[in-house]
């Protein structure tokens, strides 16, 4: 249905101008009952929809800063593939006392989550010790090599408490005021273990040596996997380590 969605929010609703960042989906500001939003188009299954929106909900009833659904005229949190969200202003993070709060808050979220449910679809990291695919992932698509190298990565996780992790805490989804730390662009969330998302500028999660090494081999390995093969995901897997 495309855009065309948009009028399941209402008569009181456009869209803008496009936004740069996503990759997956159509991301564009919205205007909608008299404030600025977010819309976010996509090909995203109403199971994964479902997970995503209801995530947001919760967290955001937690505290958590967040962009918050906006609900179609009749309820729903999404509509043929299309999400409407609320607009969260901000800026990146500068400074390593920036840092700090972002690894704070994102240590929010995975104690928000313990036990969550896994995004339909998704694989973990230590899923794919056995399994070949998951959602965007697809191991046989990599090198034998790149594989074994990624599974090693992994294999050190084993045995960790799982949650709800962001996975792409990078500056341009961050947006920080005075006194709030707000994550955006969860396309990439799913259940898994803590430490990928804890690889951050300047060590600002304060991890000792060894808990670092095994965060950013893992992260290393998880954005090689979920983008390959393009240049970025060459890069990212040059970084670990082979067997």
Same mark, same amino acid.
């Not at 399941?8 to 869209?15: I, N, Y």
């Not at 996509?42 to 800063?65: C, I, K």
């Not at 500056?171 to 994550?183: E, G, K, Q, S, Y």
């Given at each position: 249905? $495309?855009?065309? !969605?948009?009028?399941?929010? $209402? ?8 936004? %740069? ?29 479902? =997970?995503? %929106? ?17 609900? %179609?005229?009749?309820? #729903?949190?999404?509509?043929?593939? &299309? ?45 794919? &010790?056995?399994?070949? %695919? ?11 090599? $790149? ?32 006194? #709030? ?18 690889? &951050? ?8 040596? $060894?808990?670092?090494?095994?965060? !950013?081999?893992?992260? !290393?390995? =998880? ?21």
């Amino acid at each position: 249905m $495309g855009w065309e !969605a948009l009028e399941q929010w $209402g008569e009181d609703v456009a869209r803008i101008k496009p936004l %740069t960042g996503g990759v997956a989906n159509d991301v564009w500001s919205v205007r909608v009952q008299g404030r600025l939003a977010v819309g976010r188009l996509g090909a995203r299954s109403d199971a994964d929809l479902a =997970w995503e %929106t209801e995530l947001l909900q919760h967290l955001d009833r937690e505290g958590l800063a967040v962009p918050v659904p906006i609900p %179609t005229t009749d309820g #729903r949190l999404f509509a043929d593939g &299309l999400v409407l969200m609320t607009y969260m202003e901000g800026g990146p993070p500068e400074t390593e006392a920036d840092w700090r709060r972002v690894a704070d808050t994102v240590r929010e979220l995975h104690r928000l989550t313990l036990g969550w449910p896994q995004r339909p679809g998704w694989r973990s990291s230590t899923d794919l &010790l056995h399994a070949e %695919t998951g959602t965007r992932i697809d191991l046989c698509r990599m090198p034998p090599e $790149g594989v074994a190298r990624c599974r090693a990565a992994w294999a050190r996780l084993v045995g960790r408490q799982t949650c709800v992790v962001h996975g792409d805490t990078n500056p341009r989804n961050i947006r920080m005021t005075a006194d #709030r730390v707000a994550l955006i662009d969860w396309d990439e969330s799913h259940v898994d273990v803590p430490d990928l998302d804890l690889v &951050l500028p300047r060590n600002a999660a304060g991890l000792d040596d $060894g808990a670092h090494d095994i965060a !950013a081999q893992a992260a !290393a390995a =998880w954005h090689a996997a979920v983008c390959w093969d393009d240049d970025y995901s060459k890069k990212r897997l040059a970084e670990v380590r082979a067997v």
